[in-house]
């Protein structure tokens, strides 16, 4: 046997394979194109011609590729499976001789010798009648999903239509109530809305959009009306005309009034149903946008926060104290225009933009008329109630354009008007907002001063005015601020019992009044002296303290007697047995309590009476009533015989001059503590007073 190989088989002599394939490629409906091994096209089937219109002359005189495939990406695509044919039949499509674009798959031979052939199938037909399927498969399926709302169908070649029975029980009606004429439909259409639904109705049954697709308002038998939504398809025949629509009505009522449930909601706070935040920003920025358009527009936003609300939380629980805030918000509302807004924006705090006002002086009485409506008690429970609130103004300015800035500038003005004391209202100026700046810088310092070592202690000496012998010392503590130097507690204790920053603060101060006793004590083994350290009230409520107090103590071994610890008249006011409590445990200790400030605070001998304390501290301000040529304050000789009888010791604060002393030593103050004796002193000039005292 003789022939070609190549293919697995033997062909026998004298017969060409590759003519033997172009023969059976003729009678194949494929498109076949075969090139040589230089990948120029030397012979096409009859089905190129046919399908893609293209004669042989065209295709061998011009090149094959950009004719059928103008894509120069698609051309290059091409000529590479041309030389390493892919697996499976590749989809491009191909432009034919009359400019359609038909759609292919192809597939690609290389023979042995290095030419080839390109087959393909004309897909175009298959395309069409897959997008027909699921045309009329899209149109099934909606009338499918209709069928569980109101079906309807409009014969545009009678005008007769169809309404099913859900369809008209969705307005309220009976089958027979409904006729069966497509203005049965449209009459009931809202007026605001049948000209638009006619409109689109209209435009889909002549085909300039793809489906009908319409909510509206429609009238319910019983005068209301529903919020629908109405769907549909045309039927067109050969020619294209619609000769039928058919579709759905679903009843969006339910959905409508959710939605718009749930848009309140996010507007509204859920406690008094006014305004919140988000919804006060909103209009606070449309009226900064009415001013930039008119130079005279004015608005005014009122910051209001009640003084004492936590009092009130915790004295009568937090059910109460909502009634209040609902109360509260009834008469804010009652007070302004329906054009102004009220906002709760948190807790005890509300708002209220009064829009386009005449003069600013406006805002001024909305604030005397709140506090003239706060002037009738809220009635809890059976229990008058009288609020008092701070109120902070802030009026329109053309430099603010932000609502989050008019917000911070009324909220400044009434941190301030709280300063002040409460119960009253302050007008923000820039000065005020500079202040807020600062305490904000000062606050974040604060908050690094301990880690950065800048908090320190100086010492004040006590001494024993019966011989004149030093007592002890009350730790005073100070800031080294890296820029503005050593700040007084008075410029930032206020700022960290605000924070809570008091608390890492105060345990810091007992902690190094400690250390450095622990200090002197090793140095000085022969003196026993003690140390006076300040509690604020959030540390005494704190249920720590105790704990960190003994911590201290355990650690740096000083006796317990040695520390003394300080708290004000005022401190535990609203809960004298939680105090009673912390100090009655402290005291069981050994360590030594002290009440500083006498006789400026509430000087209650209840009080007094009922706290565990060891001693009194007389305020310097009844110390300077002590004068040369004046030697009898009646109150300062009370104070100590009350204080005796008590079997309590006495110490004077501010001892300035020696005819105090002299004074004090015949009432019989046991300690003394001033400028008179030296001012606080520093960790190093403690060690050298202590040195020069035990080398005499």
């Known amino acids: 046997m003789g022939g070609q190989a190549g293919y697995g088989f033997h062909f026998p002599a004298g017969i060409d394979p590759y003519e033997l394939l172009r023969s059976v490629c003729a009678r194949l409906p494929l498109v076949i194109i075969f090139y040589d091994n230089e990948g120029q096209i030397h012979s096409i089937n009859q089905e190129v011609t046919m399908q893609l219109g293209w004669d042989t002359g065209d295709l061998l005189s011009r090149d094959f590729l950009s ?66 399927l699921l045309e009329t498969s899209d149109r099934y399926a909606l009338l499918t999903r209709g069928i569980n709302d109101g079906i309807w169908d409009w014969n545009l070649t009678t005008n007769e239509t169809f309404y099913s029975s859900r369809w008209k029980a969705i307005l309220g009606y009976q089958d027979h109530e409904i006729g069966n004429h497509i203005d049965d439909w449209l009459k009931r259409i809202h007026p605001q809305d049948v000209e638009r639904v006619k409109l689109n109705l209209m435009l889909h049954v002549r085909g300039q959009t793809p489906h009908f697709h319409q909510e509206f308002r429609i009238q319910h038998r019983n005068g209301s009306y529903r919020w629908v939504l109405a769907r549909g398809l045309a039927l067109r025949d050969a020619q294209g005309n619609a000769t039928r629509v058919a579709g759905s009505l679903t009843d969006l009522t339910e959905h409508r009034l959710a939605e718009a449930q749930l848009l309140h909601d996010a507007l509204h706070d859920s406690l008094t149903g006014l305004a919140n935040r988000t919804l006060l920003f909103e209009r606070i920025e449309q009226a900064a946008r009415h001013g930039r358009r008119r130079p005279d527009y004015k608005f005014a936003i009122l910051f209001i926060d009640i003084d004492r609300f936590k009092v009130i939380n915790d004295s009568l629980g937090y059910s109460c104290g909502d009634l209040i ?71 329109r300015s053309p430099h603010i354009e932000k609502a989050e800035n008019y917000l911070r500038n009324a909220d400044i003005a009434m941190y301030r008007a709280k300063l002040a004391g409460g119960n009253r209202y302050q007008v923000f100026s820039e000065d005020m907002h500079l202040m807020a700046c600062d305490r904000l810088s000062l606050e974040v310092g604060l908050r690094q001063a301990i880690e950065r070592e800048e908090l320190t202690l100086l010492y004040q000496p006590i001494y024993r005015l019966s011989d004149n012998r030093l007592y002890g010392f009350e730790a005073l503590i100070r800031w080294q601020h890296p820029t503005q130097g050593l700040l007084l507690p008075d410029r930032f204790i ?28 090793e140095q000085f083994r022969q003196c026993q002296l003690s140390v006076n350290v300040n509690l604020s009230n959030q540390q005494l409520m704190h249920p720590a303290l105790a704990e960190q107090v003994l911590a201290a103590l355990e650690q740096t071994q000083i006796p317990a007697h040695c520390l003394h610890l300080e708290i004000t008249e005022s401190v535990g006011i609203d809960q004298p047995d939680q105090v009673r409590d912390v100090l009655l445990r402290l005291k069981a200790q050994g360590i030594k309590l002290s009440l500083d400030d006498f006789g400026t605070g509430y000087s209650s001998l209840c009080y007094l009476t009922h706290l565990p304390i060891d001693s009194l501290k007389v305020d310097r301000s009844l110390i300077k009533l002590i004068t040369e040529t004046q030697y009898q304050p009646p109150i300062l000789d009370a104070i100590i015989s009350v204080a005796k009888a008590l079997h309590l010791e006495v110490v004077a604060e501010g001892v300035e001059h020696p005819y105090q002393v002299t004074r004090l030593r015949e009432l019989g103050c046991d300690y003394a503590q001033g400028y008179y004796f030296s001012q606080p002193l520093s960790i190093e000039q403690v060690d050298v007073l202590l040195a020069e005292m035990h080398a005499t």
């Open 325 to 395: 805030l609902i109360e509260l918000a009834n008469r804010l509302t009652r007070i302004v225009r329906p054009d102004d807004t009220v906002a709760r924006i948190g807790g005890d705090e509300f708002v209220i933009l009064l829009d386009d006002i005449s003069h600013n002086s406006d805002a001024l009485g909305v604030c005397d008329r709140i506090r003239s409506t706060l002037e009738k008690p809220f009635i809890v429970n059976n229990r008058p109630i009288t609020l008092r609130v701070s109120i902070g103004v802030a009026t």
């Open 494 to 521: 206020p700022l960290a019992e605000e924070t809570g920053l008091i608390l890492p603060i105060g345990d810091w101060e007992i902690w190094r009044a400690c250390r450095d006793l622990e200090h002197w004590h």
């Open 67 to 132: 004719q059928c495939f103008p894509d120069p990406e698609t051309q290059r695509r091409i000529r590479d499976w041309m030389v390493h044919p892919p697996l499976g039949w590749q989809e491009v499509p191909v432009h034919s001789a009359d400019g359609q674009v038909l759609e292919m798959v192809w597939a690609f031979v290389r023979f042995p010798n290095g030419a080839g052939l390109i087959c393909g199938y004309n897909i175009t037909d298959m395309k069409l009648t897959q997008a027909a």
